[in-house]
C-alpha cells in the first residue's frame, strides 16, 4: 500500500517516484525518492528477504519522512525473515530539501 500512497503524490506533484533495488546474499534493498518543490527526498532503504517487501518499507519510509512523521518502520517485522529493521527517520532523508 505505500508503494501506492507514493505514486499517487507522484501523480499529484507531476514528479516521478524513483525506486532504486540491489540485491545481495541477504536479501534485497531498497530506496524510494519524490521531487517536491524541485528539491529530491529521499526516504531510508528498506530492505526484506523478498524485492517486494524491500521496495513496500523503503516506500513507508519516504510516506513518513514526507509527513514528517516517527520512524514507522523500527517496530516493523520484514514478514519474510522476521527481522527488525529501522529507516531512521531524519537521519539522511527528511523533507524540506535538507538532505
Given amino acids: 500500500m505505500a508503494v501506492t500512497v507514493v505514486h499517487l503524490e507522484s501523480q499529484r506533484l507531476g514528479s516521478p517516484a524513483v525506486f532504486e533495488e540491489t540485491a545481495d546474499g541477504a536479501g534485497f534493498t531498497a530506496r524510494a525518492?519524490?521531487?517536491?518543490?524541485?528539491?529530491p527526498v529521499t526516504g531510508q532503504p528498506g530492505r526484506?528477504?523478498?524485492k517486494k517487501t524491500a521496495?513496500?518499507?523503503?516506500a513507508l519510509c519516504l510516506?513518513?519522512?514526507?509527513a514528517g512523521l516517527p520512524?514507522?518502520?523500527s517496530q516493523t517485522q520484514d514478514p519474510d525473515t522476521g527481522d527488525t529493521r529501522s529507516c531512521a527517520i531524519g537521519s539522511e532523508g527528511t523533507a524540506g530539501g535538507d538532505t
Avoid: E, I, Y
Avoid at 510516506?63 to 514526507?66: C, G, I, Q, Y
Fill in 33 to 39: 525518492a519524490l521531487t517536491v518543490d524541485g528539491l
Fill in 48 to 50: 526484506g528477504a523478498s
Fill in 55 to 58: 521496495r513496500q518499507l523503503a
Fill in 63 to 66: 510516506v513518513a519522512t514526507l
Fill in 71 to 73: 520512524d514507522p518502520v
